[in-house]
Each structure stands twice: as structure tokens, then as C-alpha cells.
């Protein structure tokens, strides 16, 4: 048995952690993986219109996909002049712009 608040182990048959009062687990969930790693994103698409932005990124939430539209904000894209751009991970490039085409984007 666990403390999941701080981690002490405990005999089992024991319930509360004693040095917190927290009720014990049977194991303690996996340590989280820090680890820092490099991702590489290709564009895509890019357009000036939000509502096109916020489409596309719903979408490809919905489709587990990992994406980033570049100078996404309303200033840069009517005062600024800029387009945003829509990056993706380069392994998942031709599912995006195959949904992408479904749509019509492409």
C-alpha cells in the first residue's frame, strides 16, 4: 500500500497514510516522463481568415493531431497583414492534408 500524497509505503492492512491522513493505493501511478524531445513540424496550409483557424484546429483535435497555427492572433492578421500558418508533425503531414482536402481547405 501507497500514500499517493507523499509517497510512503505501508505494510498491507494499513488505510491512512499516518504522517498525512490520506487514504492508501494499492501501487503508485508511474513517474512522468520529462524527458525533452524535438518535434518536427511542416507547414501545410495558411490563410488569413479565423474562422478557417479555428475550424481546422477543432478538427484536428478531434483527430488526435498535433498540429500549431503559427501567428494565429486576430492583431497580426488584420493590422499586421500576416497569414497564419498551420504546422504539423512531419509524421502526421498526409493525414492532415488529407482531412484537409475532405474539407475543402486544400
Do not use: H, W
Not at 48 to 63: C, H, P
Amino acid at each position: 500500500m501507497f500514500c499517493p500524497k507523499c509517497g510512503s509505503e505501508y505494510k498491507e492492512g494499513f488505510y491512512k497514510c499516518s504522517d498525512c491522513g490520506t487514504d492508501l493505493i494499492d501501487q503508485l501511478p508511474p513517474e512522468p516522463d520529462n524527458e525533452v524531445s524535438y518535434v518536427e513540424l511542416v507547414e501545410i496550409y495558411s490563410t488569413y481568415r479565423q474562422s478557417d483557424i479555428a475550424f481546422i484546429k477543432s478538427v484536428l483535435d478531434g483527430e488526435g493531431i498535433t498540429y500549431f497555427f503559427e501567428g494565429e492572433s486576430s492583431i497580426m492578421l488584420v493590422a499586421g497583414g500576416a497569414y497564419a500558418r498551420l504546422l504539423v508533425k512531419a509524421e502526421e503531414a498526409d493525414r492532415a492534408k488529407e482531412i484537409l482536402r475532405e474539407l475543402g481547405f486544400l
